[in-house]
């Protein structure tokens, strides 16, 4: 595809948890909790107004959906602000100071005071139906090779909540409260709500997908050189996407950055294909008739089991839109699918319609009966649903709202990204009607000291490290992008400091050795790096031999794990598992007995018996002494022999 | 206006306003958006902008430019009008608002919460409420309950009865909750009604989505259809969003400073539970029945009361100071079963001698007092301290103000608050009626 020709846009969103101690508004841990959770509460959300006198479009639909919500909450690591029952407490320095940190490292300019906002969020994520989220920097800059993209703007605000299914166990609790039992709940755990979150947004203007994607793998590199959370869920993407014939559409939840490409061609191919949609219902005069008929006397003795089971049959006429609905506009997806997910939204789960039918048991006399009770003709099509009265008549309305999008081409939309690189509808766009003032929490001056300070204080970027650490160390490149990338940086500097041994040596140990072990199952977490130290000293002194350093160290892991010894000692170790050199002493009277033994081989092939021999005595000091004195031993020892 | 000196010269430089677009230039930076108002409290070398992403930021006006882009209005929030129709078939219910966390917003001019509702507005943030009952507001007071006065118990008092006599079929009062169980107890002595009187309030302000407001209103109204007329407090009774409790209005507390389930009533079992504007069970059948008494309002009042709590190292000269000042009345939380050290028998003493009712209760806050099991007891006792039995030191300093109200001879006044007026004495203490 031709991006330019296009007029492709695509922005980047990049959420990412911070490791800081206590969350954003409260004291509590910032630590997902499995254990068994230990009471529930119940609420409700309704929207508000915002101070500008606006509901947010995106609030509005969540609240039609009059979902109940269930927080699953623990009595020591949760407390009441996440419970939405205590105001605020004061914004974590700690998460701002880290805020500033990515911001300047991201070239953005800090705002002169933060104001925290509550941005409506009433899918039940929030307890208090707001997320709270502050704009810390605007207006940086990253380099990329295919030229420069704008950071607009960057956020420090609290996680949501997050959802679980735990159906069985709230149940029983529904169950105990009779007259809650007809209502529906989403669960919720509030471990995660009020971690703190950066919300790193570009410029929406990057006009190739690959520039997307090195941004993005960029912006990875930069949070990693902080303070941030590490592991699955704990960095999300979005992806904003619109041509220039199209609208603005924000997939969440970008996964892997390789599939960034993929899914721009594959939402390209679903604008292109909408506004080919809309072209062709201009031609045909095509119209959306808003009357919903009650269609399930056609269905009396129908063989399908999913209309059998339903309350009704509901069903609309959609003029000059028969072939369109199962037109493909994604790899997979029908435009039937759009207006399906749509419908989704309200309770349904699928919807039929005649571009399809008769399939799902539903006969070909059924569609012909209903295609002339509805009296339509053949550039016409029909959408059914069968549900309850109330939850088709809604899931119906929702396909007419969609229906008639359907002229303006591309809808604006918050999407959903799946697997494959393809998309699902969430919501529409939020609006900035979302947004109002946390009066709980005063206005934060940021000293103009502590950016000073901060920016002082940076941390050194993922590619600068390396380049470091290459010319410093004289280490290859392969070790030294596996200790960047572990982050083993710091402690391969730290241990090249105490103790002289070769670079490549602790190098390969930290970058390979470790992580072998930890396949192996040894918890090389406990590991110190004073321990190490001890260890890598006993190689300096040359006490024991580089090729035995692993199995010390994971002695010591097996032993600190099992608690065996409080104090640990790698010399103590290396004797117990008989790894310790042996005195040149004893390297000679093992030798010279081996030379004696074959005293008749080495007489006759004089020192052409070192080979064998060198064989034979490096098996027999396994690990405990250094080849190069073994040689200089055996060369000794056999030329005394023969002389 | 509330944008001060500097800050104010600055905007005058471009001629803005709140509620314009404009772009501020700075070194290395600029913000376009909406100027929008701030604290006038807060420093004049910043001003508030919100930018096209919704964002507020506060950006110090030192070395910026500022200049118009757009002039715009000053942003106001609206509901759509709701068209109420009466329903014959329905009750007719009374809102009376007199402000508090259940009828405020977010005022953007001290970006705080504050009472600038009506109570016309509280009936279109919560449209609902048509649905139970033909609703008519009124708003008396937008005041936040930490400003409430004596006085305007009085008042609130007359304007209930004057809606029951023209015939409401019940009235919900929206309160702050700070203050709400002194109100309601106030209520309860001035006025004896036919109908239910409710007091109602919100833990978490209205403009936010999770506001228990809109549940407590509700509850409120259905407890003021239903055939408990006394003068309650229906609030939360959980952290869930479901019940809310019915509690009577001299047996009540605020007992917690956020929880949305913070009223309690103490040395009492609430009288029963609401969900969704119904009532769902009944605690106990002792209440009052709907047009089981006649309307009467004795609202007379003696401000002139005080609320002194005893602590290690209290001294006479707290007392001596009410004495000198002329007060009425003297309401004390004593520790324990309702004691003061014995050093301030003497100031005691005097207090009786002037003419002057003391009233104990205990700071325990639950259960009653008895003077005496100790020797210091006896002496207050002696002395002419007067026994506030289980009352909250808020209902029993609620009902010195009144029985002072009602005679100055000290004997009558002893005799009214020894006397269970409206249930606020229990001489029984149930197991149940303890942290429920």
Same mark, same amino acid.
């Given at each position: ?35 068994e ?18 509901? +947010?479009?995106a ?7 009059? =979902? ?12 009441l ?24 490292? !991201?070239?953005? /300019? ?22 709270? %989220? ?38 029983d609790?529904? $169950? ?31 006009h ?14 930069? !949070? ?30 970008? #996964? ?7 899914m ?56 000059g ?8 506009? #994604? ?29 799902y ?5 059924e ?38 999008m359907?002229f ?9 990204? =799946? ?25 934060? *001056? ?19 490290? *390396? ?35 070769? /670079? ?9 050795? =470790? ?15 004073n ?7 006993? =190689? ?6 580089? $090729? ?15 608690? #065996? ?11 117990d !598992?008989?790894?310790?050199?042996l005195?040149?002493k ?20 004089q ?31 056999i ?5 | 206006m ?6 104010? +010269? ?30 006038? +409290? ?13 964002y ?16 715009g ?24 608002? %007199? ?16 009472p ?27 005041i936040?309950?930490?400003n ?13 009865? &004057? ?41 978490? /302000?209205?403009d936010?989505?999770s ?26 009774? %959980? ?33 029963? &539970? ?20 006649e309307?009467?309002?004795?609202? &007379? ?24 000042k ?15 050290? $014995? ?9 009786n ?18 003077m ?26 609620? &009902? ?31 197991? *149940?009626?303890?942290?429920?």
């Open positions: 595809m031709n991006w330019n020709e296009l007029g492709l846009k695509m922005g980047l969103e990049v959420h990412q948890q911070l490791n800081t101690k206590n969350k954003l508004f409260c004291p509590c841990p910032t630590e997902l909790i499995n254990e959770v230990d009471t529930y509460i119940k609420r409700i959300l309704r929207p508000t107004q915002s101070e500008l006198g606006q509901i +947010d479009r609030a509005l639909q969540e609240s039609k959906r009059n =979902l109940k919500f269930d927080y699953e909450l623990y009595y020591n690591q949760t407390c602000v996440e419970t939405d029952d205590e105001p605020p407490h004061d914004l974590n320095e700690e998460a701002l100071d880290l805020a500033i940190t990515l911001a300047s490292l !991201l070239n953005m /300019s800090i705002v002169d005071e933060v104001h925290t906002m509550r941005k409506q969020v009433i899918d039940g994520s929030n307890t208090g139906g707001f997320q709270r %989220t502050s704009l810390i920097a605007t207006s940086g800059h990253l380099e990329t090779e295919n030229g420069k993209v704008v950071i607009e703007n960057l956020c420090l605000e609290e996680d949501a909540a997050r959802r679980v299914n735990n159906d069985k166990i709230s149940n609790k529904i $169950d105990n409260d009779k007259l809650d039992n007809e209502e529906k709940y989403t669960h919720f755990r509030l471990d995660r709500l009020g971690i703190p979150l950066v919300e790193i947004t570009t410029d929406p203007s990057i190739d997908p690959e520039q997307v994607k090195e941004v993005a793998y960029m912006i990875g590199q930069v !949070l990693r050189s902080t303070n941030v959370k590490r592991g699955l869920g704990t960095i999300r993407q979005d992806l904003n996407i619109s041509i220039a014939k199209g609208a603005r559409v924000e997939i969440k939840g970008v #996964q892997d950055l390789d599939l960034i490409p993929k721009a061609e594959l939402e390209v191919e679903r604008q292109l294909n909408l506004v080919k949609i809309k072209e062709h219902l201009e031609k045909n005069n095509a119209e959306v008739l808003e009357k919903i008929h009650d269609l399930t006397e056609l269905f009396a003795n129908t063989s399908s089991k999913i209309i059998k089971s339903a309350e009704t049959v509901k069903g609309i006429v959609l003029k839109f028969n072939g369109i609905i199962g037109l493909e506009v #994604q790899k997979g997806r029908r435009f039937g699918t759009e207006l399906s997910s749509y419908a989704k939204k309200r309770g349904v789960s699928g919807i039929f319609h005649t571009d399809e039918l008769p399939a048991s539903i006969e070909s006399n569609v012909e009966k209903m295609k002339k009770h509805l009296n339509i003709s053949p550039e016409d099509a029909i959408i059914i649903v069968a549900h309850d009265n109330d939850t088709a008549t809604a899931a119906l309305e929702e396909v007419i709202k969609r229906a008639k359907a303006d081409g591309v809808v604006e939309e918050t999407r959903k990204a =799946l697997k494959e690189g393809t998309s699902e509808y969430m919501r529409p766009l939020p609006t900035s009607n979302r947004m109002y003032l946390e009066t709980d929490i005063p206005l934060f *001056k940021i000293d103009e000291n502590k950016i000073i300070d901060i920016k002082n204080n940076l941390p050194e970027l993922p590619e600068a490290k *390396k380049e470091r650490i290459i010319e410093k160390y004289n280490l290859s490149e392969d070790i030294t992008i596996q200790l960047v990338r572990r982050q083993n940086v710091e402690e391969f500097e730290k241990i090249k400091s105490e103790v002289d041994i070769d /670079s490549t040596v602790l190098g390969s140990f930290l970058a390979y050795n =470790l992580r072998e072990l930890k396949r192996e199952g040894i918890n090389t977490k406990i590991i110190t790096t321990d190490l130290i001890t260890t890598f000293k006993l =190689l300096e002194e040359n006490k024991v031999s580089k $090729d035995v350093i692993v199995d010390i160290i994971k002695e010591i892991a097996i032993r600190k794990d099992k608690k #065996q010894d409080s104090q640990i000692n790698p010399e103590n170790i290396a004797n !598992l008989n790894l310790l050199l005195s040149e004893n390297i000679a009277n093992i030798i010279k007995n081996i030379v004696l033994k074959n005293e008749d081989m080495v007489k006759e092939r020192l052409g018996a070192m080979g064998p021999l060198m064989g034979m005595s490096m098996k027999q000091l396994k690990g405990k002494a250094d080849g190069h004195i073994v040689n200089k031993i055996l060369k000794e020892e030329n005394n022999l023969i002389k | 509330t944008y001060k000196k500097l800050a104010q +010269d600055f905007l005058d430089t471009a001629n803005v306003s709140i509620g314009d677009t404009v772009i501020i230039e700075k070194e290395n930076v600029s913000y376009q958006g909406i100027l929008l108002d701030r604290s006038g +409290d807060s420093d004049d070398e910043y001003i508030v902008l919100k930018l096209d992403n919704g507020n930021i506060g950006i110090n006006i030192v070395n910026a430019k500022i200049s118009l882009i757009e002039g209005d000053k942003p106001q929030i609206n509901y759509d009008n709701i068209n109420i129709t009466k329903d014959d078939e329905k009750e007719d219910i009374l809102i009376i608002s %007199t402000g508090g966390t259940v009828s405020s917003i977010i005022d953007y001019k001290t970006g705080a919460v504050h600038v509702f009506t109570a016309e507005d509280l009936l279109k943030s919560n449209p609902e409420l048509l649905d139970l009952a033909n609703i008519n507001v009124k708003a008396l007071y937008n936040l309950s930490e409430m006065k004596p006085e305007y118990w009085v008042e609130t008092g007359k304007s209930i009865a &004057k809606e029951i006599e023209s015939g409401v079929d019940g009235v919900v009062v929206a309160h702050g909750t700070d203050t709400m169980h002194y109100t309601s107890a106030a209520l309860s002595f001035m006025l004896s009604s036919p109908v239910p009187v409710v007091l109602t309030g919100a833990q978490r /302000s209205s936010r989505p506001s228990d407001a809109n549940i407590n209103l509700i509850n409120s109204v259905g407890a003021a259809k239903s055939d408990i007329s006394e003068i309650t407090v229906c609030m939360h009774s %959980t952290l869930d969003d479901g019940y809310c409790d019915l509690h009577k209005g001299t047996k009540v507390r605020k007992m917690h400073t956020s929880r949305r389930d913070t009223f309690r009533s103490i040395d009492n079992e609430p009288i029963a &539970k609401f969900k969704k504007g119904q009532i769902s069970s009944i605690n106990t059948n002792s209440y009052i029945r709907r047009n089981e008494k309307l009467d309002l004795n609202n &007379k009042i003696e401000s002139k009361v005080a609320l002194i709590k005893t602590f290690p190292g209290i001294t006479n000269e707290l007392i001596e100071y009410h004495i000198d002329g007060f009425k009345g003297l309401l004390i939380e004593g520790t324990g079963l309702g004691h003061l050290p $014995d050093y301030m028998i003497n100031s005691i003493e005097r207090a001698e002037e003419e002057i009712a003391i009233v104990m209760t205990s700071q325990c806050i639950y259960g009653s007092i008895n005496n099991v100790y020797s210091t007891g006896r002496k207050l006792q002696n002395a002419g301290v007067i026994s506030g039995y289980d009352m909250t030191p808020e209902t029993a300093y609620v &009902k010195l103000a009144w029985a002072l109200g009602q005679s100055e001879n000290l004997k009558e006044v002893k005799t009214i608050i020894e006397t269970n007026i409206a249930g606020e004495i229990n001489k029984k203490s149930s197991i *149940k009626h303890f942290l429920n």
